[in-house]
T-cell receptor, first 107, second 113 residues
């Protein structure tokens, strides 16, 4: 069983809709990353968080350390948000990655 | 800063050939990571350097893989001889310290035919 589980695996939304991606993990961590990867593209770090909530533009990330759960929200989604979103947990120096959530936003 | 720079972006090589992937971390970052991404296994850590010293190479799949970091601004990942199953996207990432946010390069897409 993977240490990091993401849901859903795939998600399709209409432009403007609110999107939520969930990440659950089973180990004690020092931090959690949310990463974005466009098709054929590099990996962009969206957030690193160890408690509470962070916001950047239309993106919001939350984490509940006690419940070992994090969510990534995209408000007012746009076709350019179409990408794979990857949750990664940090234990010491190692990142363990979820399988990713493929998000497609239709105009 | 230009971010983490990897070269080449794409590499196609024949089985048995030597392949060298290159990475320039963000200036001032003391932690450098090499990852491999495949459809089957997702992202996996290959090796971690701290202050140019390899700390953990347990993810290096076999002796055909080697990595060096001769100075703070350059690292290489070498595969010799290459095999078709090495085809993947290889990412380099760096962070200011081991506890801070990691920044990834654009990746090198390797195809071994």
């Amino acid at each position: 069983k993977n240490e990091v589980e993401q849901s859903p695996q795939n998600l399709t939304a209409q432009e403007g809709e609110f999107i939520t991606i969930n990440c659950s993990y089973s180990v004690g961590i020092s931090a959690l990353h949310w990463l974005q990867q466009h098709p054929g593209g590099g990996i962009v770090s969206l957030f690193m968080l160890s408690s509470g909530k962070k916001k950047h533009g239309r993106l919001i990330a939350t984490i509940n350390i006690q419940e070992k759960h994090s969510s990534l929200h995209i408000t007012a989604s746009h076709p350019r948000d179409s990408a794979v979103y990857i949750c990664a947990v940090k234990v010491d120096y190692k990142l363990s990655f979820g399988a990713g959530t493929t998000v497609t936003v239709r105009a | 800063d230009a971010g983490v720079i990897q070269s080449p972006r794409h590499e196609v090589t024949e089985m048995g050939q030597e392949v060298t992937l290159r990475c320039k971390p963000i200036s001032g970052h003391n932690s450098l990571f090499w990852y491999r991404q495949t459809m089957m296994r997702g992202l996996e850590l290959l090796i971690y350097f701290n202050n140019n010293v390899p700390i953990d190479d347990s993810g290096m799949p076999e002796d055909r893989f080697s990595a060096k970091m001769p100075n703070a601004s350059f690292s290489t990942l070498k595969i010799q001889p290459s095999e078709p199953r090495d085809s993947a996207v290889y990412f380099c990432a760096s962070s200011l310290t081991v506890n801070t946010e990691a920044f990834f390069g654009q990746g090198t897409r390797l195809t071994v035919v």
